[in-house]
């Protein structure tokens, strides 16, 4: 609870600034000396030596996307029938009770996006 209503006043503060920079100056003058001096340093900026912002292309600016589904699949540590299966899939039925391929505890696999399933029956944890 604390940390959503320190999220929310972050938000708050960010969106006050943001307002605050894109609003005229309050005497209706030029922009100030030192904003003006920010702009043009910024557009001399090179990232790299002989490298400038306009020969950049987007996979050197941006990571490499990963794909949504990948946050959603069992990785190959899960175990049977769960490995590379969707989570929440229905994995077997036993007791009265459905199967869903899920990790209980939360875990993921080494990679680090999979998660590590098991058939889960029952309530989680």
Do not use: E, H
């Not at 894109?22 to 030192?34: L, V």
Request: hydrophobic letters at 40%.
């Amino acid at each position: 609870m604390k940390i959503r209503f320190a999220l929310l006043m972050v938000a708050a503060l960010l969106s006050v600034a943001s307002a605050a920079a894109t609003a005229p100056p309050a005497g209706g003058g030029a922009a100030p000396a030192a904003v003006a001096t920010a702009t043009s340093a910024t557009s001399s900026f090179s990232p790299a030596c002989g490298t400038s912002l306009a020969s950049l292309g987007a996979a050197d600016i941006s990571p490499a996307a990963v794909s949504l589904s990948a946050y959603n699949t069992c990785g190959s540590c899960s175990r049977n029938p769960c490995q590379g299966a969707t989570y929440g899939t229905l994995c077997g039925f036993s007791g009265g009770q459905y199967g869903y391929c899920l990790s209980p505890l939360g875990d993921n696999c080494s990679d680090g996006i999979t998660w590590k399933c098991q058939c889960w029956y029952g309530p989680l944890p």
